[in-house]
């Protein structure tokens, strides 16, 4: 074959939309948003009462929000190394690093469980104070996004297994990456900004 | 993104985090309190943050706009923490 006659690979521009499909990232906008309101009410509710919430801010566990920012942040990293494995045909290394990620999940659950356990047990709850109403309602929220992001990488993990995604098939398990990945973007602004800033 | 390229951005965010929290832990004693520290913080949030986006979410090499979303959505976010703390200061 006459190599002129062989078309130049296209020039690889930037690809017009992210990984995954459209939908999800449709989702993780409107997430990102209602995350952004209350985190903007956190930070405007602390201007009007600074007093109240430096000082409750030193009743949280902040090693306990650390850890738990170690374990999104690697949990993240697992599933971006899932992605990657599957996308050179990989599946059974994929599905390894989706255990992983799933393993980091959990470990935040159990984190967050033992920090809730012990307000619970100081008798803090909604009404307590402005402070702890945010803490709780901002905390307990991301909670149930890391719950549903966990049943995202378990249903990948499954079917990871199975060999259902491979190069030429990325369009679910980036889906549900992108959204375990949003889970993490969200903990990295809550973690300084309730457990830290003063 | 290739595997050592990953480990470097997971070993970043893990450095990043250990800054936040020696920040919330000793900050006082390295001097790094008040405006400085929430400046410092929001700083390694948003560095955090873009990697996160960029590397792992993979928007590094899509068009703009997206990039733009998610960047725009961190900085926005950012600029109003910045503005409730100096509300709280004045």
């Not at chain 1, 690697?74 to 994929?94: D, I, L, N």
């Not at chain 2, 309190?33 to 928007?59: C, E, N, Q, W």
Request: include cysteine; charged fraction near 10%; charge should be positive.
């Amino acid at each position: 074959m006459d190599p002129a006659s062989v078309p130049a690979p296209a020039s690889p521009g930037p690809a017009t939309a992210p990984p995954g499909d459209l939908a999800i990232w449709f989702f993780i906008l409107a997430e990102l948003l209602a995350f952004g309101v209350f985190f903007a009410a956190y930070a405007f509710a602390r201007a009007l009462n600074v007093a109240l919430f430096d000082t409750m801010q030193q009743t949280l566990d902040r090693q306990a929000g650390a850890l738990n920012t170690v374990l999104l942040i690697s949990g993240s990293a697992c599933v971006a190394r899932a992605v990657e494995a599957v996308g050179r045909a990989r599946s059974a290394t994929g599905a390894r690093w989706l255990l992983g990620g799933v393993a980091c999940g959990a470990g935040f659950l159990v984190v967050k469980g033992i920090e809730y356990a012990a307000k619970f047990e100081a008798g803090i709850n909604l009404s307590t104070n402005t402070f702890y109403m945010f803490y709780l309602s901002l905390t307990f929220f991301h909670f149930m996004h890391v719950i549903l992001g966990m049943v995202i990488l378990v249903a990948l993990w499954v079917k990871t297994r199975q060999g259902a995604y491979g190069p030429a098939d990325m369009n679910g398990i980036e889906s549900g990456a992108a959204y375990w990945h949003m889970v993490d973007l969200v903990w990295i602004v809550l973690f300084p900004l309730v457990y830290v800033m003063r | 993104m290739n595997t050592r390229q990953l480990n470097t951005v997971w070993a970043i965010l893990l450095v990043a985090t250990l800054a936040t929290w020696t920040i919330g832990e000793v900050g006082k004693h390295l001097g790094i309190a008040g405006p400085p520290a929430m400046l410092t913080l929001l700083a390694i949030s948003f560095v955090k943050g873009r990697l996160v986006v960029l590397d792992f979410m993979g928007l590094r090499g899509v068009k703009f706009f997206w990039r733009g979303l998610l960047i725009g959505w961190l900085l926005l976010v950012s600029a109003l923490i910045a503005t409730a703390y100096w509300i709280a200061l004045t």
